[in-house]
Every structure is written in structure tokens, then in C-alpha cells.
């Protein structure tokens, strides 16, 4: 503690400051540190340790026997292929439709905007149950269909390969560089382009030698964010890959673990696993950041213009088209499947309107005990680490942007950690720090994935504080002060009152993928601590698929009820 | 030679929350070769729009559009020149420099389009940089230069192929006033070198004054002079002009028998030459602060409200009728506040009484 009293100390900043100042300071500070060592950088030293260490000496032979098996060298290599493939494709989709609707003459721009943020919100493993359903190799819907036109026995497209895996992930990972680029291409100054033009370029010219270029770190990070995702990817190929024995790194984290039912050796294993699965995160991370080295620049300006919009003339209905058939063919057909599966009377009849039925909703919300209690835990679960991961996240976020202290940095590079930490790594690192080999036993109880649901979602709160803080002006702040309000007062009636909004995104932010958790959750749930995720999973898994489904369908009412919420609240903050 | 010819150019936008709105409307006018031509307003005047028009970024809605003797933009006949066809340089407020290109390629870049072969393309941006004082900078990064050398790139490479007309978008806008000012001198320099015409835009009167022979005054979209610089100075069209252009007080009079008098007061009457037009009415008269004196005897009594040393001159506040008013005269006339003293105008311009445009009717036109 000591050591910190003089970090804080040694900030020019604060002994500028009065003394009120300082104490607030250094008691958020140690706060942040406190939680964010505890919550972070336990599980993750933790792992290092039982990878490395062995009853207290060092020894990696572990580590070696683990990297060197033949299975594991195979799901490595799956991991970075499915990975390659997701990056590249999903990168050119997400470029395309996110120039299509920020510089061409498309209509309906403003809904199409949101249009392509739904797979971004579709969970994942919930999209590969759907299309599992639609193109298994005999039994999917759609290849039955395609079989039933050719009367072959080759089926249209097996999804349970490492090409459908990738095709999966494709679909709901293209947003995050779509998300990036559109925003770029948003805040660019049109004069950029403008001047371009009036040099004497054409069109085509200005996007190959002006914009494309000028949004290479958009791309760039919205890439290494499909990169980082799609390599920690559990839930897909968890349900495609599994049955036909194609795994990947955290896949074959977990089914060391699952093997060995539990044991510690399986755990250490799994641990072993995880450190090279962090491995290739950091390596792909490096690389990335070499390919991008060249271009950090400014491309934003204040006066916003509206930019020159490419007419696409006779193009403009076909690519329309484009758009639409994309989404409905990645958002309404796996969600109608879904539904249409879930009010199925049995698995298998065909999908006609007299197989259906309500039955299976009324069963899953009303008599399935599991599936009850799973809804009970995750809401519980999920508004627990949105609320104390939102006041955590802003907490740090006030410490590192507000407070200034020189140990920010360590707090601020403990909080974005987690992003790139795999889910189940993170949860063999609190497997390991709270089974009672350290201090307390929470295995099997709520707690523990309490604890990795605050770790996991940490950086989200972080940065979505982080955004609204450094909207409010210090002035702001000092201005209370100068007015006689006390460092407290001034953070209760000023400050916090100003990033209000941004804290509820947070915690909407973290309740929407809380609630469909799947990876950490799998991990660490007992036998009356099942979650959502855990339950639709295990009840596919156990092959009840139509339950699965209903219960799949009520997770995405919830969700999207969620997202609506969170609409209102952002437009009324624009409306601001 | 006319070099840019606008005739009846209107431009309305269609927005969502205030529907149609003019920017621009029914602009008529001639830039001759080799003029420096301004067009001042406040923001949101419609200046940059009209530019945008010049420049083919925007389409117009009615009118034509000459750049010498070619067509540009003809609504009738539904011609319409894309702006990389017009032949024309321009420099923008924001520099607009790429920054993923250094210097020299940022300048070569009109030359490359113009597919010119490389010891050309070297030297032609050797002469632009030497001209923009940006020699030995060729491998620098945009983002390694100050913003004075930012827009010195921006100019250097709008002048490269040196064409006969040259934008400017409010380029000095983002300098700080004493680069502004030599930045200022440096493009008249350029346009003495080269003999092209430059359409200027800007809000700052000082720099339209500097820079421009002619210029055009623009507010809601209308047209309100178009004029030399000094008969803009000396001879507004309307109060708005004169209110525009420099430091400007308004004295809402009436007269009565012949004599003028502050609205509402009957005391004193100012003295001063009745303009025909306005006998026996309400009129608005406008003066400069710089062509008012302070006399001991005679000229309109009253006493001085407030006083302040400037250094070069004193600004002194006086009551005249109930209406404040501003002068400027040097520190000769020693006077104190409350001193009585007698208030001579040595020029005064006379006004109608117009309808003040209400502050939501100037927002809804500035939307674009």
C-alpha cells in the first residue's frame, strides 16, 4: 500500500490539488486496483503458474507435451485457419455494404444502419444451432430441400466442417468492421475526397487512392477485432465442430477438461492450453499491428459536410438487392428456422403450420425446472455484473481520464485486458483462484461466475464510461469545486449525473451478451447454477432440439427487447 | 474576358425537419480573368454553397454556370460538368491534405492523373513547393508540418497544374492572425505571378478587403451589393452591408419639420443634410465610430457614458436620445466620463427602417 501512497503522490497533478483531492484520489484509485487485481490479473497469473509451476518448482513439461500433442497441433492449426478465413472474408463484407451505405446514393440508408448491426447482437452459438438446422449434411432443411430438387444424396453444403464453421462466424463477426469503417467514413472530411476530385480524379480514383487508403486503420481494427473474436470463438464450433471431431484451441480446452470430469491434471492441462491459446492471440495480435504499422493520422474534422454520394444509376436495385438478400439469408432465415423449430410438436415433421404448436414455449418457461432456473440465474446473473461492472468500469475510467494519477496506466491496461483474454481461458484462471486452493470455495455456487462475468465484461463499462467522460469538460468539475461542493459532491451533482447515459449504455452494453453467455459459463456452472447459454446448449447437446430452440427463441425475445430499450436511450441522448 | 459567369443560380436543399430551403437565390454574376472576387457573409450565408456550385460539388437547381467560355452547369439543357472535368484549383478550410502521402506526392497528384511523365511531374512540384515556400519538405508527412505549411501544401498543389481559376474555401480560417496576414500577402503574391482568378470566400472582412478588387456580399442566400471593396466600405447597399463591413452604429431617427430628431425624443435634433427620399418619415441613419468627433461646443449635447483607453485611440460610449453609440477618436480630445460635450457626425448614411429577420428565421436557413 505504501508503494501506492507514492505512485499518487508523485502526480504532479494532485499536489496541485487540495487535500479533499487527493484522499478521494488515492481511495478510487486503490479501490480500482484492488478489484481489477483481484477479478483480472489473479485468474490470469494463476494460469501461468499451474502451467509452468508444478508443487513449486518450475517445470514446463507440461507446457511442451501439451503443444507438441497431435490433437492439440491439429486444433491449433484449425483455430488459425477458421480464424484467417473469418478475417479475410468478413472484412471485405463488412468494407463493402459500410461503402455501400456511407458513399453511394442507396436508399434506405438510415435503416439499413441498423439492418447490419443485428448479427452483431445475434448470439453466435444460437446462428450455428439455426444453421445446423438448415443445412446438416442430411438432416438440415435446406440440404433435404436441395436432395428432394436433385434427387441426389449430396448435400448442398455441409455446415459441420471447418468452411461452415467459418461461414458461421463470418456472418455475425463482418459487423465489427463494418461498425469501424462506416464510423470513419462518417467522421472523414469530405474535403479529403473533395480536393481529390477537383485535382482531377475520378470517382473510382478518389475511393482507391484517397478513401480506401485513408480508412486502413478502421480497417485495420476492426479486422484484428474479428481476428481476436473469431480465435477465441467458442460456441460455434462447439456445435458444429464437435460431432464430427474438428476442434479448435478453446473447444479442446474445453474437452480436456470435460474429460478428465473435472480433476485437477485436467484443469492444469486446460491451463497449459490456454497459455497457447493467449499465444496466438498476442502473436496474431503483433502481426496485425506490423502489417498496419504505417498510418495513425487525423482524418476527422469538426465542420461536418455532407460527402459526394457515388450514383450507382443502374446498379443502385441490384445492389439493393444485395443488401436485402444478405440479411434476410444471415438474420431472418436462422431466426425463422429457429422459431419454426421451436413450435414444432416433434422433431423432424415437417414444418407445416399444423405441426406447430405453442407447447414447447409453455413447457420451457412454465414446467422445464432447468430451463426455469437458468432464466432465473442468468437474469440474476447478468443485471448483478451489469450493475457492478458499470460502477467498477466508470469508477476506473473516472481514475484514469479524471483522476490522472501515474499509476493509471496499469489500471487502464488491467481493465482493457480482458477483451483479449478468451472466455475460457478467463475461466480456467477462476476455476483455479476460487476452488479453494487460494482462499474461499465458490466452485458451484453463482458467485464464481459472478466473478468472471465482471472480469469478462470489464473493458466494456471501462470504455463506454471512458467515451462519456472525456465529454465532460474538467471546468466542469472544478467549477463545483470553486463552488464549494466537496471532490464527493461535485462527482454525485456534476459529473456523474453528465455521463448518466453513458453509464446505462454500459450496463445494457453488459446485461445483452451476459444474458446469452455461453463459454466462461460452461465452464463453471454447477449443477443448480446452469445459465441460459448452459441450459440451450446442454439441452441441444442432450438432443432435445426443439426445447433447445424455445428456449433459444425466448433468449433472443430477451435480447432484443434489450436492444430496444437501448435504442430509446442513445436517441434520446442524440435528441440531447 | 469573363472567367466565371453565374446567371440566375439558385440552389434549394430538401431537408427532413424544415423542408426546402434556399441557400442560394437567383445569383447573378461576373468574375472577370485575373480578379480577385470575395464573397462575404456570416456563416450560413450561402457563400460556400455558391463556391461548391463553381466548383460542381453541388448540382444547382436553376441557372448557369460559365467558366470562360465553356459551360459547366446549364439546368435548362441539363448539363452538368462533374468537378474533376472543370479545370479548376481549390483550396479548403480544413487543408485537406492527405495524410497517408508525403509532400511531393500530395502535389503530384493532380499531375499523376494527368498521366505526365516523371522528370515533368519533378519538376512542375519543385516550382509549386519553391513558389509555396515548402522547398526541402518534399519527404516530409503531412502530419510532421505545422498548419501555415499544411495549407501551403494545399495551395501548392491547387496551383500545380496551374489552372485559370482558384477556389478558396475560407483557407485562412484555421491560422492563427499573424500567419493569417502574411499567408494573405503570399497568395496575392501567387495570383501576380500566375494571373489567375481567384474566387475567394470568407466571413473575415479584413481579409476581403485585403485580398479582393471586387466582391459580393451575401446574407440568406441573397445577393445584398456586389461592389469594388471601397465602394462596399463607403457606400453600402443596406444596413446589412454597412453593418457587415467594419464597426458600424445605427441611430433610429424621425423628422419633423425638417428637422431630425432620435426616435422618441424631441429634445435636441441631430444636424445634418435631409436625403430627399426621406422627408417627413422614419429613417435608420448609420455611421462608423471612426467618422464621429467629440467637439467642447456645438453638435448634439450629451455626456460621456463610458471611456476607454485603446492606445491608438480612445472608445468613448455616448447617449444620444436613448440610443448608445460608439465612438472612436484619437487621444487629442481629453474627455472624462460624464464631461458634457457635443457629438459631430461627420458622415452619415441613410437607411429605410427594415423588419429585423428573426434569429429561428436566420437558423432555418443555416441548416445547410
Known sequence: MFNLVKIIKGSKELKIMGNGKIDTGIMLFALSLLILLITVAMPLLMIVYNTFFYKFSFDWSLFIKMVFNPDNLKAILNTIKIAGIVTVIGTIIGIFFSWLIGRSDIPFKESMKSLFVIPYMFPPFIGAMAWELLLAPRAGYLNKFFMGITGGTAPLFNINSIAGIAFVEICYYFPFVFLQVSSALERMDPTLEESARIAGASQFYVIRKITLPLTIPAIGAGALLILISSLSHFGVPAILGWSVNIFTLPTRIYEVIYKSAGSFEGIRQGSALSVLLVGVVVIAILI??????SGHFEIIHGKSMRPIL???????????????????????????????VGSLKAYGLPL????????????????????????????????????????????????????????????????????????????????????????????????IILIAYIARYMTFSMKSASASLEQVHDSLEEASRASGATHWGSLADITIPLIRPGMIAGFILIFLPAMRELTTSLLLYGPFTRTMGVAIYSIHEDGNTVESSALACVAIIIITIGLIVLRIITRERKGK | MTSVMLKDVTKTFVTKTFGDVVAVDNVSLNINEGECFSFLGPSGCGKTTTLRLIAGFEDLTEGEIWLGSEPVSIKKKKYYLPPEKRNLGMVFQAFAVWPHINVFENVAFPLRILKMNKTDIAKK??????????????????????????????????????????????????????????????????????????VYVTHDQTEAMALSDRMLV?????????????????????????????LSNFISVEISDGKVYPVNCKGENIECEILKSFKDKSAVLASRPNEIDLVSKGGFRTNIKSRVFLGDYVDYRVDIGGQEIRIQTDTDRDFKVGDICGVKFNRLLWYPVEEEITEEEREKRKII
Not at chain 1, 353 to 368: D, E, R
Not at chain 1, 399 to 413: D, F, H, P, Q, Y
Not at chain 2, 219 to 238: E, R, S
Open chain 2, 218 to 246: 451575401m446574407d440568406m442566400g441573397f445577393v445584398q451589393q456586389i461592389d469594388t471593396t471601397t465602394n462596399i466600405y463607403h457606400k453600402p447597399a443596406n444596413k446589412f452591408v454597412f453593418s457587415f463591413i467594419g
Open chain 1, 288 to 293: 496485425q499491428k506490423r502489417v498496419l504499422r
Open chain 1, 352 to 447: 407445416l403450420f399444423k405441426n406447430m404448436t405453442l407447447g414447447n414455449f409453455i413447457y420451457v418457461l412454465f414446467h422445464c425446472k432447468l430451463a426455469q432456473d437458468a432464466m432465473k440465474n442468468s437474469m440474476f446473473l447478468s443485471i448483478s455484473a451489469a450493475i457492478i461492472t458499470m460502477f467498477v468500469g466508470t469508477m476506473v475510467a473516472y481514475v484514469v481520464i479524471k483522476v490522472k494519477a501515474k499509476g493509471k496506466l496499469i489500471l487502464e491496461a488491467l481493465a482493457t485486458l480482458p477483451y483479449s483474454i478468451p472466455g475460457i481461458v478467463l475461466a480456467i484462471g477462476v476455476i483455479l483462484v476460487w476452488s479453494g486452493k487460494l482462499v474461499l470455495n465458490l466452485y458451484n455456487t453463482l458467485w
Open chain 2, 125 to 198: 512540384v519543385r516550382e509549386a513547393l519553391k513558389q509555396t515556400k515548402l522547398s526541402g519538405l518534399e519527404r516530409k508527412f503531412p502530419n510532421e508540418l505545422s498548419g501555415g505549411q499544411q495549407q501551403r501544401i494545399a495551395l501548392a498543389r491547387s496551383i500545380v497544374t496551374q489552372p485559370k481559376v482558384l477556389l478558396l474555401d475560407e483557407p485562412l480560417s484555421n491560422l492563427d492572425p499573424k500567419l493569417r496576414e502574411s499567408m494573405r500577402f503570399e497568395i496575392k503574391d501567387l495570383q501576380k505571378k500566375y494571373n489567375f482568378t481567384i
Open chain 1, 310 to 340: 457515388i450514383k450507382l444509376r443502374k446498379f443502385k436495385y441490384p445492389f439493393l438487392t444485395v443488401c436485402f438478400l444478405f440479411l434476410a439469408f444471415t438474420v431472418l432465415l436462422p431466426l425463422f428456422i429457429i422459431f419454426a
